[in-house]
């Protein structure tokens, strides 16, 4: 029959068309989420590697945004076919430890490469996130980031503020964006993005305050959530009423508000430190600042925690294969490869010698504000308090803050209503994640 | 001819005016877009009239600009996205008109228990059993095919239903003249029912095309390699706001890219496409 | 329905003809559904390292959580907004083409546009258009004074993704009241002229009830289109935010599952959706069963 002639050769071509090809050298595949400019960088890394040596190759595939990957490499676990590095942002870091059959620590990993693993040599701040409570490292931090303070240097004129003194505190940063507002300068005073990760995870660390019990959960699965002290209720107060006098612009939950600062909208924004290519590239007259505190809270400011993304390994291959991921990892630890990661992509260094190296070749003088997240991760030893946020479904619990904050924000609950309610939500969704 | 008042004629052409600016006006702002510069579009108000950077973009996101973000060139996700809405549309067509033709001009044992096997499915989209479906996928190892991406598609039974209700209006006396004449069920489906039924095809096709440009949900769960990705699913992973900025300009051309083959197919096959609709809604 | 018919006797050929169709169906209905009730009765981690059957709980947990409750709100309000806007406007525009003389074929060609864009690029451009930090029209109604945040105002979020959806609809449902209104004898029209019926008097005693058959398919089908296709408009235009305003029943199951990878309870939304979608269908074969939803 001929249609089914027709069907029948159609299969044939479907057959053909996915069938993908053999190589050789033993293939490392690398999923990641990175788009633009740091998505050339991770292919200018994955060609200098492949050249480098002639053992491995990795191949690098960008599969969307942060959760999109994570959910493409869960995917690929359960049919068994996963890929041998993912790139998983901090958020997931939960998911990917509570799965431990489904992973490869980092640190067996790259002591299978014959070089002894060496902790000391990596930023401890950034090592002790990415790592069980009992000191293994799990994963291989790649770009992390803090958050910072970005200010538009020409508004401020404008607004008749000193436009080479950022504000350092909660209080000046919340008067200098009246005053913005109020000179008519702009619009908007203040906007941030990723209220949940930089006005809880961040802000707690920042000025000392609990997040969640168990260490803010590196030291268990069952956490409860204590973000509805006091300190945490006077910074949501203070934005909800900002946001009613219109002076605080919301942009969306993860960067969009980034947007509002590079159109001139909003005078001063709090954003991932990873932001700041498209803040130099929009050519705009920015300065930086730490990220503000509250000088009346007992502590602060203590020090921020990472932020970004790091590489997993994922369970289910061959020795083989892995000895290249350790080849790769080793790789990618070189101080000049990491000096130049950090130069070019505004994301930390790894290695304490690349930040050293970094210091010395005169950089931080020419680009003052790229050594301020080093210096805030950096500034103090961790408290309790300090270490970095992991839940087994921080994604789940940042939509529930999410959502509660835009009924704040909204005008329709108060910043105690929206927190007692993120509490009281994020605790069920919490307790039920983790009995699943 | 009924009479109507200038007013009321009047009445229907600012009614039609203003249908017509709310109908193709976001299209047009998106191709409007399309020629302007980043920086333009991203301080507002952007203007009404196509800026000056026309060439630019399209010759930027042509040759490079669109694989620098989504990882492959924009000819391969054209390629694909036809792939599937031709591949659904023709594959639904064939399969649902065997089916209704088994179903209306023959008799046999479990005919009724095959009919509702087959419309129960009939207004269950796949987005309602996308994760056991996608599961099922995972199973089969069709995640990344062009097999996975389109055959599940046309597990519905729209077209066949179109289909019986087609046959059902062709008068009895048709199918026993052709038996009369020794005609056996082949030559009677490829003598007589296809040609009479050219025009609902024609308009299936229209339909089912569309269908399948159009998919989302699906190709973004089934494919994870680049090089499988259709050209709606790469809009999507263009706009990103992590860390790195949307370049709006890029992704406005890759909108018109993207709207343009099903819109060329719905208004140049618009004759049968309207025929056969209405014919089919008799 | 089937009056007995002239057939072919064959006792091989319509099982082979009916193969593919019931091949697919199977493998990809069946088997799928089959395994929906089956997770649905799982409590399982994202890895799929630990299961653990139990029973009813994840429909138990479903149905008493507020959240569900909430979408099945928003997916009334959502879907009978837009079958409204997008059916009143497709009857009025196709009433109004109707009175051309000349250039309908002109009007036709503009009018069927949306129905070739796919919903997540229909809810990409009224983003583009309507989003606070750069849409023009948003800057537009700021500069006027006017509040406009889709981002925290859940109204006019809701307002944004019914009119994308509506948008994309009105093709559609344009074609087939044109069709319809084609259909009715210009005899009955003239009649009631003679008679002295006023344009407006006219449409609301002859054209209107006549169109009712056209009108009640398009509404089962305008119905399934919210309730179904719209998932990549508001996937596009709002994620299902702010709070939980926009979040529809089939963004739910996708959320519950992709995002939080809670598959147990993903599949307990998927059967029942399945359940009344399944409802649905039987209600359309008795009352409708000659119309036909396309797609």
């Not at chain 3, 407006?200 to 002859?206: G, L, P, V, Y």
Request: charged content about 15%; some cysteine.
């Amino acid at each position: 029959m001929r249609f089914q002639g027709l069907a029948a050769s159609a299969a044939v071509t479907f057959t053909l068309l996915s069938t993908t090809s053999a190589f050789a050298v033993t293939e490392i595949s690398w999923w990641h989420a990175m788009t633009g400019a740091n998505n050339e960088v991770v292919e200018t890394l994955s060609r200098e590697f492949n050249e480098s040596q002639s053992d491995y190759k990795v191949v690098p595939v960008f599969k969307g945004t942060y959760p999109d990957t994570l959910n493409a490499g869960i995917a690929a676990f359960r049919a068994k076919q996963p890929p041998h590095i993912i790139q998983v942002f901090d958020v997931g870091t939960g998911v990917m430890m509570g799965a431990e059959a489904a992973i490869k620590p980092v640190a067996d990993i790259l002591s299978m490469g014959g070089t002894a693993f060496d902790k000391s040599q990596y930023l401890p701040g950034i090592v002790a996130y990415y790592s069980k409570p009992d000191g293994t490292m799990l994963s291989f931090p790649y770009n992390s980031s803090s958050p910072i303070l970005y200010y538009n240097k020409d508004l401020f004129q404008k607004a008749g503020l000193d436009p080479e003194t950022p504000p350092k505190t909660w209080p000046e940063v919340f008067d200098a964006a009246r005053k913005v507002k109020a000179s008519g300068a702009s619009n908007c005073g203040y906007t941030s993005t990723w209220l949940t990760w930089i006005g809880l995870e961040n802000f707690a660390a920042w000025n000392n305050q609990q997040y969640g019990t168990k260490q803010n959960g590196l030291g268990g699965l069952d956490v409860e959530l204590t973000i509805n002290t006091p300190v945490f209720v006077k910074h949501f107060q203070n934005i909800a009423d900002l946001a009613k006098e219109n002076v605080f612009r919301y942009g969306g939950r993860t960067s969009e508000a980034k947007q509002l600062f590079l159109s001139g909208e909003c005078a001063i924004m709090t954003e991932s430190s990873g932001g700041l290519g498209d803040v130099v590239k929009s050519g705009m007259n920015y300065g930086l600042g730490q990220l503000p505190y509250y000088p009346d809270v007992e502590g602060a400011p203590q020090n921020t925690t990472p932020g970004g993304a790091s590489l997993w390994v994922m369970a289910g291959h061959d020795e083989e294969e892995y000895e290249g991921v350790a080849a790769f990892f080793s790789f990618l630890s070189q101080t000049k490869i990491q000096q130049r990661l950090h130069e070019v992509s505004g994301y930390l260094p790894v290695t304490l010698a690349a930040y050293e190296a970094t210091k010395k070749s005169g950089f931080y003088d020419k680009n003052p504000g790229r050594e301020i997240p080093i210096r805030q991760m950096m500034g103090k030893e961790p408290t309790d308090n300090s270490r970095g946020v992991r839940l087994i479904n921080l994604p789940a619990v940042r939509d529930i803050q999410n959502e509660e904050f835009e009924k704040m924000l909204a005008g329709e609950q108060t910043a105690q209503q929206a927190l007692d309610n993120a509490v009281k939500r994020g605790n069920a969704a919490i307790e039920q994640a983790v009995n699943r | 001819m009924i009479e109507r008042s200038f007013g009321s004629r009047l009445f229907a052409y600012a009614v039609l005016a203003a249908a017509i600016l709310i109908v193709v006006f976001p299209i047009y702002y998106t191709l409007v877009a399309s020629t302007h510069s980043l920086t333009t579009i991203l301080r507002p108000p952007l203007p009404l009239t196509p800026g000056p950077n026309f060439w630019e973009n399209y010759s930027t996101a042509l040759f490079g600009g669109i694989g620098r973000i989504g990882g492959v060139g924009v000819e391969r996700l054209l390629f694909n996205t036809f792939v599937m809405a031709m591949a659904i549309a023709l594959g639904k067509i064939v399969i649902s008109i065997l089916s209704a033709y088994a179903i209306v001009f023959f008799r046999f044992p479990f005919r009724m228990v095959f009919f509702w096997l087959i419309f129960i499915t009939l207004m269950l989209p796949v987005e309602v059993r996308i994760l056991p479906t996608y599961k099922v996928m995972v199973d089969l190892g069709l995640i990344d095919t062009y097999t996975g991406l389109t055959l599940p598609l046309m597990a519905s039974a729209t077209a066949t239903l179109l289909f019986r209700q087609f046959f059902m209006t062709i008068p009895g006396e048709l199918v026993e003249a052709a038996r009369l004449d020794g005609a056996g069920p082949w030559r009677f489906f490829k003598d007589i029912l296809l040609p009479l039924s050219r025009t609902n095809i024609a308009a299936l096709f229209v339909i089912l095309f569309i269908y399948g440009w159009t998919q989302y949900l699906w190709p973004l769960l089934m494919t994870n390699r680049n090089d499988m990705g259709t050209v709606v699913i790469a809009l999507r992973k263009m706009i990103s706001f992590a860390d790195a900025d949307t370049q709006w300009h890029l992704v406005m051309v890759t909108c018109v890219l993207a709207i343009l083959p099903p819109v060329l197919v719905v208004v140049l096959m618009q004759r049968w496409f309207v025929k056969g609709l209405v014919e089919s809604e008799k | 329905m089937a009056r007995p018919r002239v057939t072919f006797p064959n006792r091989i050929l319509p099982y082979l003809l009916l193969a593919p169709q019931v091949a697919i169906t199977l493998v990809f209905f069946y088997w799928p559904a089959s395994q929906a009730l089956y997770t649905s009765t799982l409590r399982e981690d994202a890895f799929g390292l630990a299961q653990e059957f139990v029973g009813l709980d994840n429909f138990r947990r479903v149905l008493g959580d507020p959240n569900y409750i909430n979408s099945l709100q928003v997916t009334g309000i959502f879907s009978v907004f837009t079958v409204a806007v997008a059916l009143g406007l497709g009857l009025l525009f196709a009433v109004m083409a109707e009175k051309l003389v000349r250039g309908r074929g002109f009007v036709r060609t503009l009018m069927i546009w949306p129905y070739a864009v796919a919903p997540a690029i229909a809810g990409m451009l009224w983003l583009f258009m309507f989003n606070p930090a750069m849409g023009s029209f948003a800057y537009m109604a700021r500069t006027a004074g006017y509040n406009w945040d889709p981002l925290l105002n859940g109204s006019q979020a809701m307002i944004l993704v019914i009119a994308a959806a509506a948008w994309k609809q009105i093709s559609y449902n344009f074609l087939f009241f044109v069709a319809g209104l084609q259909a009715i004898p210009k005899s009955l029209i003239e009649a009631a002229a003679i008679d002295g019926a006023g344009e407006t008097k006219r449409f609301w005693t002859i054209i209107f009830p006549l169109l009712a058959p056209t009108t009640f398919f398009l509404l089962v089908v305008n119905t399934v289109y919210a309730f179904f296709d719209t998932f990549g408009i508001i996937h596009a235009v709002t994620g299902g935010g702010p709070g939980k305003a926009t979040e529809t029943l089939v963004y739910k199951v996708y959320n519950d599952g992709f995002v939080n990878l809670n598959f147990g309870q993903s599949a307990a939304q998927s059967v029942i959706l399945m359940v009344i979608v399944i409802a649905l269908t039987a209600i359309q074969f008795r009352y409708v069963e000659r119309k036909v939803h396309y797609g």
